[in-house]
Every structure is written in C-alpha cells, then in structure tokens.
C-alpha cells in the first residue's frame, strides 16, 4: 500500500501543517474575545455581500458543501470508495478528521477565544473544519494516485472548494471571515499530520512474504544435496558412493 504523502514530501508537508497551526493560533489570539467584526471582516464582508448578495439564492448555493448532510454524503462515498480500492487508511482518516477537528474546535478553540457572532462562540467556523477535512482527505489520497495532472486538478479542486467555503458561509452570515479562514487552516492542521502518521505505520508495518515456488520445482526429482547430482532413488541408478565402493572392491 503507497503512502499518501510520499517521503520526498514528507518534509514540506509537515511544515504546512505547523504553520496552519500557527495561523489559526494567531487568528484565535487576535481577535479573542471580540464581539463584532474587525476591518478585515468588514471589508471582505461588504464585498461577498455586493457581489453575491445577502443570503440570497446565490449565497444558499454557496453554501451547500458545508451542509451537514452533503458532509455525511462525500464521507460515505469516499469510505466506500476507499474500501473498494482496498485503501482502509483513507476510509479510516475520512471518517476521524472531521470528528478530531470539530471536537477541538467546540471543546477548546471556541471556548478558549471567546469570539462571537450574534451571541455564539464562533472562532474557528466549526462548518469549515468539518468540510475540508472531509474535503482534503479525499484529494489528498486523489493526488496520490496519479502524475502531475492528477495532483495539480486535486490541489485547484482544494482551492476552489476552499474559496466557497469561505464565501458561502460569509454571504449567509454564519461567520466573520477569519472564522472561516481560521476552520480551513485547523482541517489542514488535523488531516495532514494525520496522513503522515498512517502513512508511517503503513511503511513500518511487516510485509506479508509468500513463498514462491519454482517453475516445474514440483514435477522436478528429488536432487541430493551434493554436486547437484539426481538421487538414486528417483532416478533408478547406483549412486556415486554405491559405484565407487564398487570400483574399490574390483581392485581389490
């Protein structure tokens, strides 16, 4: 079984999710404790709301990859996906990320930075977390599988996803922007150490070794040990220790 991230990238991708850890860290102590938006928010805000409108029908499109049960409906597809191409760790990390992510994110994250969005804890968007993670599970393990093409089609489906994730749940007003920016870098911060501790159980674990037998070994004769000489057994004859006793007693 190929890892998903292979060893010459092993190296780069840690390092991406060190830093996605320390964006959303720094996101979260920016802005803790802050009940309103801040400029940033407010400027990309103003401009989803021009140009895709405020919770209108564009806006609710958007917002479907986010969707609780489209989530539920992308990971029963990629596990089964992942089960019939015998890849159990990329079923097994699809069904964990999400669940890891959205426990950090309630049970700590929005506790510990206290921002809100009309009464609720909001930082990070718990919707983002969820949905790349699912989301990146899925084209990780596509780039894994191909050349080039394959990898740069999985990185700019990544991208797009990510661009409506974000706006989507701005232009429903469900999050501040950093909410959402922050909920993509911990799904990155969870799936991709993920990945990289299956992929290193997968390289240590023993290989099953199956005993190959030699063409035509089974219909061959028994060969004695020495000289690579036929036994008499098999072949009917003397064998060479018989026949040189033989020799000796003629001349003697």
């Known amino acids: 079984m190929a890892p998903v991230i292979s060893g010459h990238t092993r190296g780069p991708a840690l390092t991406v999710a060190i830093g996605s850890w320390a964006i959303a860290i720094t996101i979260g102590i920016l802005f803790a404790g802050q009940p309103h938006a ?18 209108g029908r564009l806006a609710t499109v958007l917002l479907v990859p986010t969707d609780t049960s489209v989530i539920a409906a992308a990971l029963v597809v990629i596990v089964v996906v992942a089960l019939v191409r015998h890849r159990g760790d990329v079923a097994l990390l699809a069904a964990i990320t999400p669940v890891i992510g959205v426990g950090l994110v309630e049970l700590a994250f929005k506790p510990l930075f206290d921002r809100r969005l009309h009464g609720y804890l909001s930082y990070p968007s718990g919707h983002a977390v969820a949905s790349m993670a699912v989301y990146t599970v899925a084209l990780l393990a596509l780039a894994s599988t191909g050349g080039p093409l394959r990898r740069w089609l999985a990185a700019t489906g990544w991208v797009l996803l990510t661009v409506i994730v974000l706006i989507g749940l701005v232009a429903m007003d469900c999050h501040y922007p950093t909410d959402a920016v922050g909920g993509v870098f911990v799904a990155i911060g969870v799936t991709v150490p993920c990945f990289l501790g299956t992929d290193r159980m997968l390289c240590r674990a023993p290989a099953i070794r199956i005993p190959v037998q030699r063409p035509g070994s089974a219909n061959e004769p028994l060969c004695a040990a020495v000289g690579g000489h036929q036994s008499s057994v098999d072949s009917g004859r003397p064998g060479p220790d018989f026949r040189r006793r033989g020799r000796h007693r003629q001349r003697a």
């Open 38 to 55: 801040s400029p940033v928010d407010r400027w990309f805000s103003a401009w989803v709301h021009s140009v895709f409108g405020d919770r």
